[in-house]
């Protein structure tokens, strides 16, 4: 049986409305969402081919490479431990001259080669035991995908050093992204909650400095931008399909040009 967060929370607790007018009712939902993730254990499931797909139409991984990079330039650092590698190491062929030792956790089994000089650790990060500290941890749009978001970042903490830093990456609210979001929303009847908004609660009392980069997605036609943003909507991949027309009809409307904006945050966390 397959539950939303949001059936889930509507079966637990009843409907909470006008979130985005009442900013205590949203936090007591962000917290709902959490109490709910932690009864239900929700996941979503990662997609290779609809990551394939949104790969070959956005420049995303470039600036954020290129922002995180410029970031390391100039200093010295002993080790870095990415999260959730993908298809590629995008991020560890470009950051791993930065450091002496860079390891990468990824759940997936992988059939690609690794450029040498990088340690592959072949399991699940909520699962992974590991009493290693690293002077920078990458987790880019993975967190999406954990069990217990607070608890995987409270584990990301832990084995940080003093001064280190993590980099999060997650999709923004603004530019095209957040209102096609909350359009869904409203189609599917149901309250959307931003994982980077589930983030920033998860962060609240930390040393935070964040970063908005904004990336494009490029598509030939309607049909191809659906396709490609299938990857954004892995929690609804039954409700997305079944109202297809409607988000085409969305996009007709709403997106005008060959080229589709999301905003990519990344939130540094300094120990
Ligand atoms: C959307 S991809 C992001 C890849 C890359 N970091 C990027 O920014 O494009 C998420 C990756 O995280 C991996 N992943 C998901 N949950 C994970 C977990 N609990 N532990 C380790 N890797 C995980 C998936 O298998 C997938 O390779």
Redesign the pocket.
């Known amino acids: 049986m397959l539950f939303t967060v949001d059936k889930t929370l509507k079966l637990l607790f009843g409907r909470v409305n006008n979130c985005s007018q009442e900013k205590s009712w949203c936090k007591i939902y962000r917290r709902r969402f959490f109490i709910a993730h932690f009864i239900v254990g929700l996941m979503v499931e990662?997609n290779?081919d609809w990551?394939k797909k949104l790969?070959e139409g956005t420049n995303?991984?470039e600036v954020?490479v290129q922002k995180i990079a410029s970031f390391l330039e100039g200093k010295p650092h002993e080790s870095c431990l990415?999260?959730?590698?993908?298809?590629s190491p995008?991020?560890a062929q470009n950051l791993l001259k930065y450091f002496k030792k860079y390891v990468i956790?990824?759940?997936?089994l992988l059939k690609e080669e690794l450029p040498t000089g990088i340690e592959l650790i072949n399991?699940?990060?909520?699962k992974?035991d590991i009493d290693e500290k690293f002077d920078v941890i990458?987790?880019?749009?993975?967190i999406?995908?954990?069990?217990d978001k607070k608890k995987?970042f409270e584990k990301m903490l832990s084995q940080l050093k003093e001064g280190g830093r993590i980099f999060f990456?997650v999709n923004g609210k603004e530019s095209d992204y957040g209102p096609l979001k909350l359009a869904f929303s409203k189609l599917i009847n149901e309250e959307y909650l931003f994982t980077y908004d589930e983030l920033k609660d998860i962060l609240e009392g930390h040393n935070v400095r964040e970063y908005t980069l904004p990336s494009a997605v490029n598509f030939s036609s309607y049909e191809d931008l659906f396709e490609t943003l299938k990857?954004s909507f892995d929690a609804y991949p039954k409700e997305y399909e079944h109202l297809k027309d409607k988000i085409i009809e969305y996009f007709k409307e709403n997106i005008k040009g060959n080229k589709f904006v999301i905003d990519q945050k990344i939130i540094e966390v300094i120990k």
């Open positions: 990662f290779i990551y790969l995303e991984k954020l990415e999260i959730g590698l993908g298809i995008y991020f956790v990824e759940n997936r399991k699940d990060w909520e992974l990458v987790a880019s749009h993975v999406y995908y954990f069990k995987a990456v990857i």
